[in-house]
């Protein structure tokens, strides 16, 4: 069974940093473009940041300059390192995998931005 496991997420004051993981298991992760996604209370989830298989990146506008997905093949792990974090930014983060139609997603994790 695939898993996608999140963790890092936790109380941050603003202009705090986080670091999110996502701990992929029984997928061949370094062929799968990865993603990570927010959703806040009341509001669609939207997606944060895109890393191809091929390591290209993308970002919302956002979290431009502040956020950055990485992966580790050899871990089986993506990175969201988070910079600058704003009241506006909590929401529970998602983890993403997605290799044509097949598509995983992590259990999520909880990211509250506070004083």
């Known amino acids: 069974q695939v898993q996608l496991v999140e963790s890092g997420g936790g109380l941050v004051q603003p202009g705090g940093s986080l670091r999110l993981s996502c701990a992929a298991s029984r997928i061949s992760f370094w062929l799968y473009d990865m993603r990570w996604y927010r959703q806040a209370p009341g509001k669609q989830r939207e997606l944060v940041a895109t890393?191809?298989?091929?390591?290209?990146?993308n970002y919302a506008d956002s979290v431009k300059g502040r956020f950055t997905i990485s992966r580790d093949n050899a871990q089986n792990t993506v990175y969201l390192q988070m910079n600058s974090l704003k009241p506006e930014d909590t929401a529970v983060y998602y983890c993403?995998?997605?290799?044509?139609?097949?598509?995983?997603w992590g259990q999520g994790t909880q990211v509250t931005v506070s004083s």
């Open positions: 890393i191809t298989g091929g390591s290209s990146t």
């Open positions: 993403n995998a997605r290799l044509g139609y097949q598509e995983y």
